[in-house]
């Protein structure tokens, strides 16, 4: 009876030191999609229209597709399928990364000067307000992507 208690009470304190032992799943600051939904409506809807699904309005939006520029000629992403065309898993990190021009995007135009101006670009100076934009917008375009109709 006593070899039990000490068998259990062993056991106790391994599962215990393991468990403490384990790392935390490490947790970021969280996204503002009202934010990311208010970036999106000033820098993106333009091209991308108001309801994400590419369909820019007929004045102000950069697409054209009779222009004599090649990435005028490009007909904005839906942003609405990145899920579905991605196997249904949301491509967060291409996402980030076309936002912050690190992805070469042509209809987005160069790191200096992408399409929407340099609303990203001149915050390289202060990496936590861009982190901040680039993750609530994300966010927000995750939070708009269609379901699979079955």
């Known amino acids: 009876m006593r070899y039990v208690q000490l068998a259990i009470l062993a056991i106790s ?8 032992a384990q790392t935390p799943a490490k947790t970021g600051p969280r996204a503002d999609i009202a934010a ?8 993106c809807s333009v091209c ?8 820019p309005p007929r004045v102000g939006g950069i697409y054209d597709p009779q222009s004599i520029e090649p990435e005028r000629r490009v007909r904005p992403a839906d942003l609405t399928e990145l899920s579905e065309r991605n196997g ?8 980030r990364n076309a936002i912050s021009s690190k992805d070469s995007i ?3 135009g ?12 001149v915050l390289k100076d202060r990496p936590q307000l861009l982190e ?16 699979k109709k079955q």
């Not at 991308?48 to 369909?55: A, L, Q, R």
């Open 48 to 55: 991308h229209g108001v309801d994400g699904k590419g369909t």
């Open 106 to 108: 042509p209809a987005h």
């Open 13 to 20: 304190f391994a599962v215990g030191f393991v468990a403490s």
């Open 36 to 43: 990311g939904k208010e970036l999106y409506h000033q820098h």
């Open 110 to 121: 160069t790191p200096k000067m992408p399409a929407w101006g340099d609303v990203f670009y």
């Open 88 to 95: 249904g898993k949301f491509p967060a990190d291409r996402v």
């Open 132 to 147: 901040k934009r680039v993750r609530d917008l994300t966010a927000y375009i995750e939070s708009i992507q269609a379901t």
